[in-house]
C-alpha cells in the first residue's frame, strides 16, 4: 500500500466551514484551529489575508493531498491568488489525526496559504 503525501494548507473564511472544504478539496481533513499572526482577513468580494502588524486571523488547519492542492489552485485562481507559505500557531488539534497535544506544535507549523496578489505586494 503506498503511503499518500500529505501537506498543510491554512484555510481561512468561507473554507473555514469544513462542508465548504470538503465540497473543494475531498480528501481534507481537519487537523488543528490556530492562528496566523500580524495579518488580519480583509473582507472583499475575494477573501484575502493582509498584512496587519499586532492582528491575529484565526484559522483553521487542514491536511490535503496534492490532489487536493490541485483542486486549490482550481478554486483560487493562480492568476489572482499566489501561492505562499506561513505559519500557524496551533491553539487544539484534531486529537483523532494529530499525533501530539496543540501544546507540542507551540513553535507553529508550517502550511500552504493563498494570498491575493494585487492586494499587498510588499507582504514578505
Not at 87 to 97: A, F
Amino acid at each position: 500500500m503506498d503511503k499518500v503525501h500529505r501537506k498543510f494548507f491554512i484555510a481561512y473564511g468561507s473554507l473555514m466551514n469544513v462542508d465548504k472544504m470538503v465540497q473543494v478539496c475531498s480528501e481534507s481533513y481537519v487537523f488543528g484551529w490556530g492562528s496566523i499572526k500580524d495579518f488580519e482577513l480583509e473582507d472583499r468580494a475575494l477573501e484575502n489575508l493582509k498584512s496587519s502588524a499586532g492582528c491575529n486571523v484565526p484559522v483553521v488547519l487542514y491536511s490535503i493531498t496534492a490532489e487536493d492542492e490541485m483542486e486549490l489552485d482550481s478554486f483560487f485562481d493562480l492568476e489572482v491568488y499566489r501561492k505562499e507559505e506561513l505559519n500557524v500557531i496551533l491553539t487544539d488539534v484534531n486529537d483523532m489525526v494529530a499525533p501530539y497535544s496543540a501544546d507540542y506544535y507551540q513553535e507553529g507549523v508550517k502550511a500552504l496559504v493563498y494570498i491575493n496578489e494585487n492586494v499587498d505586494k510588499n507582504l514578505f
